[in-house]
Each structure stands twice: as C-alpha cells, then as structure tokens.
C-alpha cells in the first residue's frame, strides 16, 4: 500500500535561505509525483509534476526531483522570499493513477 | 479564464441539515473530483466522477452525494448522515487521459454546529 510522508511538518527560516522539503514514498511503482502548494483557507496550487522516467523539474526558483529507487523526492526553493510562506503538498500516483496526499510540510518564511 | 469554482467560501449549517456544495469548470474536463482535507490528515478523496451521469464513491463517501448532470457542474450534498461534516472541501477536475493530473477549486468552509 502506497503511503506518502512529508518531513519536516513545520519549517521556519530567515528570508533569503535555501531549502529543502523532502517527501517519502514506500511503493517504487510510482506513475509520477507532484508538488503542490496551499496558502491557508485556500485551494491547492500545483507547483511541479514529475513523471516516473524524470528525475527532476524546475520551474523558477523551484527544483523538484524523483528518485525511485530510494523512494524519495526533494522540492528545493532557492533564495526563498515570505511570499513562499505556506504549506506544501507532496502527492503521489500509482500505476492505477490513485493519488496518495502526504500531510504537507507548513513553510514560514520571516522577512 | 478557465477554471473551476467553488461556492459559497465559507458555509455554516445546523446540526441535521442537508447543505450542498458547488462546483464548477470550465476546463473541458471530463472528470471532476471532492476531496475533505482536515488538520492532521492528508486528502481524502469522498467521490469522482469520470463522465456524465456516473459518478463511483471515494474512499469516504459515507454520509455524501453527488450528482453529474452536466459535464460543468459537480455538486456535493452533505447529508445529516456524516457524522463529522465540518472540514475544508476542495473539489478537482481533470481530463480523463491524466486523472493524475488535477487542477484545484479554492475550497468550500463547512461548519456544522
């Protein structure tokens, strides 16, 4: 069964700093993984999709990449701004396209 | 723009009431989807529905309806019957080739008190 975890939970830094949001999977037989974001009381964005034969997207200051075989994906946002303050989203899709949401990594980013 | 929609924003009801949710796109997507996000929790998918007139229940469709009669519109219907309606409900679409590939409504607020 295809589970999706998301570390940290919470994530505060000053502005300015590179980072790194991780997100686990445990079934390698993924069909792609995507990135999305959520600002509070609002809908979810999409941020990045990785399709199973990629190994990374980027998209601005945004960098996400795949590993299967570690069963790992990285969402890396450079030089981050208080406008990236939110919460994260990490989903998965299996062969028979199901998704499976990860809780979500909340970013603050203080000016 | 195209988009999908969701109305009202916030919604509050008394506890036994019936309240339905609206959804709306105009994306030319065949399929559309209701998700309830709730704290500590990932989404959770209630149903979906891939064409017109068929829907297929989600992972918790206890206690929801839904209706597709028209390829735009995705109506949810929380009944008396979910025990625990209060959550965020986030409503998605997408064309059939890439059901993985969803786009999002910003969301409903339902407080049942």
């Known amino acids: 069964k295809q589970e999706v975890t998301q570390i940290p939970a919470a994530l505060s830094v000053p502005e300015g700093e590179n980072l790194v949001l991780n997100c686990s999977f445990t079934?390698?037989?993924?069909?792609?993984l995507q990135w999305f974001r959520q600002d509070p009381g609002k809908g979810l964005t999409s941020l990045l999709l990785?399709?199973?034969s990629q190994r990374e997207q980027t998209s601005g200051r945004l960098n996400a990449s795949l590993d299967k075989s570690s069963g790992r994906s990285t969402l890396y946002i450079a030089a981050s701004q208080p406008g990236d303050s939110a919460t994260y989203l990490c989903v998965g899709a299996g062969n028979n396209r199901k998704l499976i949401w990860g809780l979500g990594t909340s970013l603050a980013v203080n000016p | 723009d195209g988009g999908i929609t969701q109305s009202p924003k916030y919604l509050f009801r008394k506890e036994g009431q019936n309240v339905t949710l609206s959804c709306e796109q105009n994306?030319?997507?065949?399929?559309m989807y209701w998700y309830r996000q709730d704290p500590g929790q990932g989404l959770r998918l209630i149903y979906y529905s891939q064409i017109v007139n068929d829907f297929q229940k989600g992972d918790i469709a206890e206690g929801y309806s839904v209706s597709r009669e028209k390829k735009e519109s995705f109506p949810l219907t929380v009944t008396s019957a979910q025990k625990n309606p209060t959550a965020f409900y986030l409503c998605a679409s997408s064309s059939t080739r890439k059901a993985h590939e969803q786009y999002f409504g910003p969301g409903t607020r339902l407080t049942v008190t």
């Open positions: 994306l030319n997507h065949d399929a």
């Open positions: 990785i399709q199973s």
């Open positions: 079934d390698s037989a993924i069909y792609n």
